[in-house]
């Protein structure tokens, strides 16, 4: 690596990310994974499942494929409603025609097509920069939910272009059951994770940052930009279109491509948005505020405002007190939950280390 | 209730400690029935929801505050605001399907077409009856496949047949409708295309021309597609519209010279608020609908007289009543009540719980004696359901815009060639229970079970 190149990286990953081998990070992990897969099966109920946990999984899963494409790379796109209908379609057409392969290798399938149409959308961004490169993907939301909804083969000629889901089960253990359907979900999402994790750190992931903060810098130094590119699409729309599968049969358990339209891609837009460009925690974060402070709100009106009041006024009103919310963490900390929750460790960090003048790193 | 809403209701209580303020819980008592209500007050189809809901209420005061409830088992309901959105509304049957206050959940109405087949298997596995009126899953009809799954009133293949026939009605007979051109100007979703079928079937049978013209949703022009119309010159057209997509082709068809009582619309296009802002040139239009607008039906004269007049009345806007939202709701809580008081007619009078709601559903009988009785004649279509019969009607009436208001100018309620249907109902629920495993229950194991 010429030593310009090595340079860039290095700035550029002290510029997007924490320490990655910080002890409280790494425990803030262990501890988060364990409470998922060990404590949570022992207390959580349907609602917990079903309404909660996975919508909540699913989302952050569609985030981090938007956050590899969008936060790392810096390429802009509207289209990851549009890539998880791919995986979701493409993963219910493994299962029923290829019966053979397993599960996991059903939803792999499923996003790697995904992947491959990603790839294809992001052509355009060869030649577009910016946010114009929103409105290709834009193209591609349609065209693709316009697809499926048209081509009876995709949804097996199902009276309402819908796709249901197959039986789930995976080396003779049924996963149809709430819990069975948040494990699954949940070792997709750790698996995927883990993977995105290595590969922002890897050789790649330094081109996507290095095209992102400085395109034509980036290609006098050798990064090759368009594979950077082209990579960045098609990692981002595998990411989203294994949880466009999981939210057809994980969640759902029925969808026709209207579940994938603009509203998710804004939906995903959202929580990286609020949680934080460019980091992975964000996508949870974002993906936890944007899924459950509705819920959250709801269920706290209900009981603070009674059944007196009319339930539009009252469901407006929760809509009113979302968006301040919204508005008032940007405001508090424009790069993002994700940068919030750092400062806040950083100050955690400062009072624990005071009296070491040299700190952490 | 739920562990989140325990823990809720434990740091609101908290919260409300400083405020002073005290939230009034309806005090537990045992002998009531929740009827949980999904409903949709904001987002894009509030204007529909607001009256339908203000109808399902309305009605269901009225049996509490007149009849002192159903046997004397009065009615409680919470409101869950699903936005019409599927996540919101799992989110609404996850909260509310393990009942409140003592009393498990009868029933539950989706109200949404996505979100009723995101439940269709939780509520089989969670017992929990899905009662549609006028929209879901067709094949759904078949209960043996759908065990938890009511596609009651009319369906969308029973809609495109009785609009057939109202057709035959008008022009002298079914022998007729041969060699007639009949267009199908439908929203381009999987809603818009459930009809496809059955006219495709209806067409071969009845050897009239099937046109099929689909408009790209939201719909808002449609210059395209009414010049085509202009081209073909078909004798009538089925709109299947969604949204603004109807009052935008009552209006291009006027612009373009197509007679707008020669449309017929389908159940979502036959609303007042589906033809008042196409204006003065929607004079005349039709709809065919199972739920019929009018305040002249007994029920309709009781209820404005126990809660409209008296206040108590959940409407905002007095003009709604009657409409055809407020009496779709109306209608809807007409059949879960009747749904409830079958099933205490079986299992005592008490609040009764999911399974046992099916068994209600499944021996519904609302034939016209018993309409009569309820003051709902000619409101709600003679019923009878079972196991193998989760629609149970299958009619329609045709009301017409007469520039303010509708009126029925069907004779009576317009059947479906259900004979002709339903064995292609039962082969499609057949294939789907091959498809996803399932092992159709039969008659008896139904009744069985039940006991």
Not at chain 2, 329 to 338: D, F
Not at chain 2, 379 to 393: A, I, M, Y
Request: hydrophobic share 45%.
């Amino acid at each position: 690596m010429p030593p310009a190149a090595a340079a860039l990286d290095g700035r550029a990953l002290a510029a997007t990310s924490t320490p990655a081998g910080s002890p409280i990070r790494a425990a803030g992990i262990l501890a988060a994974l364990a409470i998922a897969a060990v404590a949570v099966p022992v207390v959580a109920d349907d609602y917990w499942y079903n309404a909660i946990l996975i919508p909540f999984l699913i989302m952050a899963l569609a985030g981090l494929g938007l956050n590899l494409t969008m936060g790392f790379a810096g390429q802009a796109s509207l289209g990851t409603g549009a890539f998880m209908a791919v995986g979701a379609y493409a993963t219910y057409n493994l299962l029923l025609r290829v019966p053979v392969l397993p599960l996991p290798f059903s939803l792999l399938g499923g996003g790697l097509i995904a992947g491959l149409v990603g790839l294809v959308v992001g052509l355009p961004s060869l030649r577009i920069r910016g946010f114009y490169l929103v409105a290709p993907t834009l193209a591609a939301q349609f065209l693709i939910a316009w697809t499926f909804n048209q081509v009876g083969w995709f949804s097996n000629y199902a009276t309402s272009s819908a796709i249901s889901a197959p039986h789930l089960a995976l080396l003779g253990r049924d996963l149809s059951s709430p819990a069975g359907r948040y494990a699954l979900t949940l070792a997709s999402v750790v698996v995927v994770t883990a993977v995105a994790w290595r590969l922002v750190r890897s050789r790649t992931g330094r081109d996507w940052r290095a095209v992102r903060d400085g395109e034509t810098a980036a290609a006098i130094i050798g990064v090759p930009v368009s594979r950077a590119k082209l990579s960045a699409f098609f990692v981002g729309a595998a990411v989203s279109g294994v949880a466009g599968a999981l939210w057809a049969f994980a969640y759902l358990g029925t969808v026709d491509a209207r579940s994938f339209d603009l509203d998710r891609s804004f939906q995903a837009m959202f929580i990286i948005i609020v949680g934080g460009l460019g980091s992975l925690s964000g996508s949870f974060l974002g993906a936890a505020f944007i899924v459950l402070t509705p819920i959250l709100l709801s269920h706290l009106s209900g009981t603070i405002l009674g059944t007196g009041l009319d339930g539009g006024q009252i469901a407006n009103l929760q809509r009113v007190v979302f968006g301040a919310l919204i508005i008032g963490f940007l405001i508090k900390e424009p790069n993002g939950l994700a940068a919030l929750l750092g400062s806040l460790v950083d100050r955690l960090r400062r009072l624990a280390h005071r009296p070491d003048p040299l700190g952490e790193d | 209730m739920t562990r989140l809403a325990r823990t809720m209701r434990i740091v609101a209580l908290a919260a409300l400690l400083g405020t002073g303020t005290v939230a009034t819980a309806p005090a537990g008592d045992a002998a009531r029935q929740y009827f949980p209500l999904p409903t949709f007050r904001v987002g894009a189809y509030a204007s529909s929801g607001i009256p339908v809901w203000a109808g399902t209420i309305d009605y269901l005061r009225y049996i509490n505050e007149v009849e002192g409830g159903i046997n004397g088992v009065k009615l409680f309901w919470d409101e869950c605001e699903t936005e019409w959105a599927v996540e919101k509304g799992v989110e609404c049957y996850e909260r509310v399907k393990g009942g409140r206050d003592g009393s498990p959940v009868p029933l539950f109405l989706p109200h949404g077409d996505p979100v009723s087949k995101a439940l269709t298997e939780k509520s089989v596995a969670d017992k929990i009856p899905l009662v549609t009126t006028g929209y879901g899953r067709t094949e759904a009809i078949d209960g043996r496949v759908f065990p938890y799954s009511f596609t009651v009133l009319f369906s969308f293949w029973s809609e495109a047949s009785s609009a057939i026939n109202y057709i035959a009605e008008q022009v002298g007979g079914k022998d007729r409708l041969k060699g007639l051109k009949i267009a199908t100007v439908y929203h381009d979703s999987p809603y818009g295309k459930e009809t496809q079928i059955p006219l495709d079937l209806l067409a071969k049978t009845y050897g009239f021309e099937n046109i099929q013209i689909a408009v790209p949703h939201p719909g808002n022009d449609q210059s395209a597609q009414w010049a085509r119309i202009r081209q073909i010159k078909p004798d009538w057209v089925f709109l299947r519209g969604w949204g603004v997509m109807t009052p935008v082709a009552i209006k291009t068809a006027a612009k373009t010279g197509f007679p707008v009582d020669h449309i017929i619309g389908g159940i979502w296009s036959g609303s007042e608020e589906d033809v008042r802002p196409a204006g003065s040139v929607g004079k005349g239009y039709r709809a065919i609908t199972p739920f019929p607008a009018g305040q002249d039906f007994e029920i309709l004269k009781k209820i404005k007289a126990a809660i409209v007049d008296k206040g108590l009345s959940d409407l905002k806007d007095p003009k709604s009543f009657g409409s055809v939202y407020y009496n779709s709701g109306v209608i809807e809580a007409i059949i879960a009540v009747e749904a409830i008081r079958t099933a205490q007619g079986r299992f005592g009078r008490k609040p009764i719980d999911g399974a046992q709601g099916q068994w209600g559903l499944e021996h519904l009988v609302l034939d016209e004696p018993r309409l009569k009785a309820l003051g709902a004649e000619g409101l709600v279509q003679p019923l009878r359901l079972s196991v193998k019969d989760h629609e149970g009607g299958g009619a329609g009436k045709v009301l017409q815009w007469d520039g303010t208001q509708w009126a029925a100018v069907s004779h009576g309620w317009v059947k479906s060639d259900r004979d002709l249907l339903l064995p292609r109902i039962y082969e499609r629920a057949a294939a789907y229970a091959r498809e996803k495993g399932i092992t159709p229950r039969g008659e008896e194991t139904a009744e069985a079970i039940a006991r």
